[in-house]
């Protein structure tokens, strides 16, 4: 049997690391991507079979270097999950070009061209799939992370586009739509949503536990990941699986 070979892009630490753990344990080989070169080193090391390519997933020519990295160490290619991801925490009215773009260069330009030059090395292999790391934010209105809840919209209409796409190519596209995980993003993050919504300092935290019921986990979204994946689910594409314990289900 062969065995499959993802990248996961933004996979040093977080739900990207989480994913290429959740992976290695269903048996693929996986290539551990990170702008941060010596903590995807670290990673992959943790992994077996893996391998780390550092990679910026703005320059495109990084992301051709990255595809064209595993297939030259593995031969192949049938998953690439376009996890990496930033996040800026502000106003509309104090919010300026620069700091949008930030924020949309990775989690939308990096998106495309991730999923871009991954998707010919994926058909040369006969099919599979790709995965997009989206967020509820691209479905509700999110005040204080604008940038990012736009980019993650158009990770939504982006995936959907491709599935259809590329479904004649045998790769199939789809999107996991999380809430809010305990990773480095949100704790960096929370105390920026604190002073701007009027809560006391750790009071982030109890209002997404009870509009969530608790944190998601890394592992929730890498067992998502996993089963969007899975070759079994050969009629699931362009779909969007929330994970969000009732967060987009409920008005109050
Ligand atoms: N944490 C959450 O609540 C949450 C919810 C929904 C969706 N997401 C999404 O999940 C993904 C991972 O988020 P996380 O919470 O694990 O964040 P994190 O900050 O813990 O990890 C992000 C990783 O991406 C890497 N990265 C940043 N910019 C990069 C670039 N230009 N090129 C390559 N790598 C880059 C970082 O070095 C880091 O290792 C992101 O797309 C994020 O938007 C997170």
Redesign the pocket.
Same mark, same amino acid.
């Given at each position: 049997m062969t065995t499959p070979v993802a990248i996961v %892009? *933004?996979?040093?630490? @977080? /739900? @990207?690391l989480a994913i290429a753990q959740d992976l290695t344990r269903r048996g693929y080989r996986v290539v551990v991507?990170?702008?941060?070169a010596e903590?995807a080193e670290q990673a992959a090391a943790g992994l077996d079979g893996a391998i780390a390519v550092p990679?910026? +997933?703005?320059d495109e020519d990084q992301v051709r270097a990255l595809v064209a990295a595993a297939t030259d160490h593995y031969g192949r290619l049938d998953l690439m999950v376009p996890?990496? @991801? /930033? @996040?800026v925490v502000a106003p509309i009215l104090e919010m300026d070009l620069a700091a949008w773009r930030a924020v949309t260069s990775?989690?939308l330009d *990096?998106v495309f061209t991730s999923l871009r030059w991954a998707a010919p090395a994926i058909i040369a292999s006969g099919g599979g799939a790709i995965v997009t790391?989206?967020? +509820? %934010?691209g479905t509700t209105g999110s005040p204080l992370i604008s940038s990012?809840a736009a980019a993650?919209a158009a990770v939504l209409n982006l995936t959907k586009t491709a599935a259809v796409e590329l479904r004649a190519h045998g790769v199939r596209v789809n999107a996991v739509?999380?809430?809010? /995980?305990g %990773?480095?993003? +949100?704790t960096a993050a929370a105390p920026e949503f604190e002073r701007n919504l009027g809560l006391d300092e750790g009071g982030f935290g109890p209002v997404v536990e009870a509009k969530q019921g608790r944190f *998601?986990t %890394?592992g929730d +979204?890498a067992r998502a990941v996993g089963f969007l994946a899975d070759p079994e689910q050969s009629w699931v594409t362009g779909s969007v699986l929330t994970l969000d314990g009732g967060l987009t289900s409920s008005l109050l």
């Open positions: %892009t *933004g996979s040093a630490k @977080g /739900i @990207g991507s990170d702008l941060e903590a990679c910026d +997933v703005r996890n990496a @991801g /930033i @996040g990775v989690n *990096g790391i989206a967020s +509820v %934010t990012y993650k739509a999380p809430g809010f /995980i %990773t480095d993003l +949100v *998601g %890394t +979204v």
